[in-house]
């Protein structure tokens, strides 16, 4: 099957399972508000009760939106990362990239950005520079000649990860914890329903570093045959990487601005799709921004019904899947895998 | 008539801090006042000792580096004023092997050679296609055109490079170390292949390696190179001189005729103690 076909299949059916499980997600909810009601309120009948039309309108209906966005660029940066590296464990949190971009975010708040989009739109500029900056510490930290050895990648992830995770720490012992309400909350990841001038911003934060990535898609697939290899077939290697980096950077950023960072999305939404679709990321970019929002959609549904009424961080759901998952990639993959 | 590729003078040295450059290549030997041409249909042998600067010149040939003095051309232009793409429908290079970190199949790894004549697609047209297919019937693995490149054998992987570089349709191949990886059989096939290539299709030849009698057996001039320079140039009967190779190789050699095709071949007198 030709790649065109292939993508616009893995297309069909991924939209379709994305748009039941968004309807489903509607019905789903802590508020006890009945399926004939919800549908009520979808109808846009007058019927529908002021407090139903409050909890389907302004707190699910945007809190879906919110995870189909993060998880789709959660998962298009793995794939972004996972390209530029070689490597099919990169992904914005074992990079350490998250807590680059965590550390961003927190320094924001301590510097007074809180709320309206022009404060949003610094907030994400943050959390851009510390994911640029903490992905650059990993990659001169773990590049070699010839290449980015598996085990050492992770490791200076890992290292990288520490560091920004106790800088965090540091800012939040020394600032008033008042000003920073709710940042142990957020840092284990979260999503919940975003005004719409944020999401508007979450919108255009995705679809900029989903284009970065997309648009030289072709071309990293060239660099899986190394860096002189991709060179003599005419790819200008270095402009590639530095679009992938800033693109999957941007991604991971944006979501750790909107939604904390939320871990392990980007290892196993594209490694399932590698699965099922091969390695083409022509194909994978596209397919991990519905696949990742239906995954991190189907978590944070989860994770809001799973003990209601309370809640439980859609972080957590994701790391109990990731982790064991991560485990299984690190043994059955690095051996095969070129340094 | 206008050579395919021309070295004019080129020097080239690796700087000793170049963090970026392979392992192989930061010790630091280069390329000293090095001139040569590459005739259209010809097969054109490079030999040497280890660390002589023939993965240099590869690289320098494909313009992964620039010379620091002198001057390449391809087909009469200057290498510097094309575009890699540019290049690359002209010069397709043959590496030794490939990464197999991403289980590309090896027909998505033979399309990747069509990327330079087209460098804005997304996508591979039709032709691609087409170029992709006729390459890889050329190399001998269209029945492994499903196959997932890191399944394969040694042999077949090397044919299968092959067919990536052979659907870049470019008139000049460079082979790096062909028949490092093989066994008998698979290198009298590659020989065979490359002959034909040669013959049907007035593809010129860039063949590096390390065996000599692989090199007289199949080039029809050689470059002798030894610590960046050239140190012959010619046939191989002119080239393969006993007493120039034991002064380059520093070892005792027989310098004798293959006693089927009358080529030169090249034997080590093995020290006894």
Same mark, same amino acid.
């Given at each position: 099957?030709?790649?065109?076909?292939?993508?616009?299949?893995?297309?069909?059916?991924?939209?379709?399972?994305?748009?039941?499980?968004?309807?489903?997600?509607?019905?789903?909810?802590?508020?006890?508000?009945?399926?004939?009601?919800?549908?009520?309120?979808?109808?846009?009948?007058?019927?529908?009760?002021?407090?139903?039309?409050?909890?389907?309108?302004?707190?699910?209906?945007?809190?879906?939106?919110?995870?189909?966005?993060?998880?789709?660029?959660?998962?298009?940066?793995?794939?972004?990362?996972?390209?530029?590296?070689?490597?099919?464990?990169?992904?914005?949190?074992?990079?350490?990239?998250?807590?680059?971009?965590?550390?961003?975010?927190?320094?924001?708040?301590?510097?007074?950005?809180?709320?309206?989009? *022009?404060?949003? +739109? &610094?907030?994400?500029?943050? #959390?851009?520079? %510390?994911? $640029? /900056? =903490?992905? @650059? !510490?990993?990659?001169?930290?773990?590049?070699?000649?010839?290449?980015?050895?598996?085990?050492?990648?992770?490791?200076?992830?890992?290292?990288?990860?520490?560091?920004?995770?106790?800088?965090?720490?540091?800012?939040?012992?020394?600032?008033?914890?008042?000003?920073?309400?709710?940042?142990?909350?957020?840092? *284990?990841?979260? +999503? &919940?329903?975003?005004?719409? #001038?944020?999401? %508007?911003? $979450? /919108? =255009?934060? @995705? !679809?900029?570093?989903?284009?970065?990535?997309?648009?030289?898609?072709?071309?990293?697939?060239?660099?899986?045959?190394?860096?002189?290899?991709?060179?003599?077939?005419?790819?200008?290697?270095?402009?590639?990487?530095?679009?992938?980096?800033?693109?999957?950077?941007?991604?991971?950023?944006?979501?750790?601005?909107?939604?904390?960072?939320?871990?392990?999305?980007?290892?196993?939404?594209?490694?399932?799709?590698?699965?099922?679709?091969?390695?083409?990321?022509?194909?994978?970019?596209?397919?991990?921004?519905?696949?990742?929002?239906?995954?991190?959609?189907?978590?944070?549904?989860?994770?809001?019904?799973?003990?209601?009424?309370?809640?439980?961080?859609?972080?957590?759901?994701?790391?109990?899947?990731?982790?064991?998952?991560?485990?299984?990639?690190?043994?059955?993959?690095?051996?095969?895998?070129?340094? | 008539?206008?050579?395919?590729?021309?070295?004019?003078?080129?020097?080239?040295?690796?700087?000793?801090?170049?963090?970026?450059?392979?392992?192989?290549?930061?010790?630091?030997?280069?390329?000293?006042?090095?001139?040569?041409?590459?005739?259209?249909?010809?097969?054109?042998?490079?030999?040497?000792?280890?660390?002589?600067?023939?993965?240099?010149?590869?690289?320098?040939?494909?313009?992964?580096?620039?010379?620091?003095?002198?001057?390449?051309?391809?087909?009469?232009?200057?290498?510097?004023?094309?575009?890699?793409?540019?290049?690359?429908?002209?010069?397709?290079?043959?590496?030794?092997?490939?990464?197999?970190?991403?289980?590309?199949?090896?027909?998505?790894?033979?399309?990747?050679?069509?990327?330079?004549?087209?460098?804005?697609?997304?996508?591979?047209?039709?032709?691609?296609?087409?170029?992709?297919?006729?390459?890889?019937?050329?190399?001998?693995?269209?029945?492994?055109?499903?196959?997932?490149?890191?399944?394969?054998?040694?042999?077949?992987?090397?044919?299968?490079?092959?067919?990536?570089?052979?659907?870049?349709?470019?008139?000049?191949?460079?082979?790096?170390?062909?028949?490092?990886?093989?066994?008998?059989?698979?290198?009298?096939?590659?020989?065979?292949?490359?002959?034909?290539?040669?013959?049907?299709?007035?593809?010129?030849?860039?063949?590096?390696?390390?065996?000599?009698?692989?090199?007289?057996?199949?080039?029809?001039?050689?470059?002798?190179?030894?610590?960046?320079?050239?140190?012959?140039?010619?046939?191989?009967?002119?080239?393969?001189?006993?007493?120039?190779?034991?002064?380059?190789?520093?070892?005792?050699?027989?310098?004798?005729?293959?006693?089927?095709?009358?080529?030169?071949?090249?034997?080590?007198?093995?020290?006894?103690?």
């Amino acid at each position: 099957m030709s790649p065109t076909a292939r993508l616009v299949a893995a297309l069909a059916v991924l939209a379709t399972a994305t748009a039941v499980a968004a309807m489903a997600a509607l019905f789903i909810g802590s508020a006890p508000v009945s399926p004939r009601d919800v549908l009520a309120v979808l109808g846009g009948r007058a019927s529908a009760a002021p407090v139903d039309q409050v909890v389907v309108l302004s707190l699910r209906l945007p809190r879906i939106a919110a995870a189909l966005l993060a998880g789709g660029a959660l998962a298009v940066a793995g794939v972004g990362f996972q390209g530029l590296t070689r490597n099919p464990l990169a992904e914005p949190s074992v990079l350490g990239v998250s807590s680059g971009a965590a550390f961003g975010v927190v320094l924001a708040q301590v510097f007074g950005l809180r709320a309206g989009p *022009l404060e949003i +739109l &610094g907030l994400v500029g943050f #959390a851009f520079v %510390g994911a $640029f /900056v =903490a992905g @650059t !510490a990993v990659y001169a930290i773990a590049a070699r000649a010839g290449g980015l050895p598996v085990h050492t990648l992770v490791l200076a992830g890992v290292i990288v990860g520490i560091f920004f995770s106790s800088a965090i720490t540091v800012l939040i012992s020394i600032v008033d914890f008042d000003r920073l309400g709710g940042v142990v909350h957020w840092l *284990l990841g979260n +999503l &919940g329903p975003l005004p719409p #001038a944020e999401l %508007g911003l $979450f /919108v =255009a934060a @995705t !679809a900029l570093g989903f284009w970065l990535v997309l648009h030289p898609s072709r071309q990293l697939n060239l660099l899986a045959l190394g860096e002189e290899g991709a060179l003599q077939l005419g790819v200008d290697a270095e402009r590639v990487k530095r679009r992938i980096f800033a693109g999957a950077a941007l991604l991971a950023a944006a979501v750790v601005a909107f939604a904390g960072p939320i871990g392990f999305v980007g290892l196993i939404v594209p490694h399932a799709l590698r699965l099922a679709l091969g390695p083409d990321n022509r194909v994978l970019v596209p397919a991990a921004l519905l696949a990742g929002g239906l995954f991190l959609l189907v978590a944070d549904t989860l994770a809001r019904s799973l003990i209601a009424p309370a809640e439980l961080s859609v972080g957590v759901i994701t790391s109990f899947c990731g982790a064991p998952f991560f485990v299984y990639l690190l043994r059955s993959r690095t051996e095969r895998i070129e340094p | 008539m206008t050579p395919l590729a021309e070295f004019r003078h080129v020097d080239f040295a690796y700087r000793a801090s170049r963090a970026a450059a392979p392992r192989s290549a930061r010790t630091a030997f280069a390329l000293r006042d090095l001139s040569f041409t590459v005739e259209a249909s010809e097969v054109f042998g490079i030999i040497g000792p280890n660390a002589s600067g023939k993965t240099t010149l590869i690289r320098l040939l494909s313009r992964v580096l620039l010379p620091a003095r002198g001057e390449i051309l391809l087909d009469g232009r200057p290498l510097e004023q094309l575009t890699r793409a540019a290049v690359a429908t002209q010069v397709a290079v043959v590496p030794q092997d490939v990464p197999q970190g991403f289980p590309y199949t090896v027909e998505e790894l033979v399309l990747m050679g069509r990327f330079p004549h087209a460098p804005g697609r997304l996508f591979e047209s039709a032709a691609d296609r087409d170029h992709a297919r006729q390459a890889m019937a050329q190399a001998g693995v269209a029945d492994l055109a499903a196959e997932r490149i890191d399944r394969l054998s040694g042999g077949e992987r090397q044919r299968v490079i092959l067919a990536r570089a052979l659907a870049q349709r470019a008139r000049l191949l460079v082979l790096d170390e062909p028949t490092a990886h093989l066994d008998l059989r698979y290198q009298a096939e590659c020989v065979g292949l490359l002959r034909r290539l040669n013959r049907d299709t007035g593809l010129g030849i860039v063949l590096v390696s390390h065996d000599l009698n692989l090199a007289a057996e199949v080039s029809d001039r050689l470059l002798l190179l030894a610590a960046g320079r050239a140190v012959r140039l010619g046939s191989p009967e002119a080239v393969l001189d006993d007493a120039v190779l034991e002064e380059v190789y520093g070892c005792r050699v027989l310098v004798d005729k293959h006693p089927a095709s009358r080529r030169p071949t090249v034997q080590i007198l093995w020290p006894y103690p």
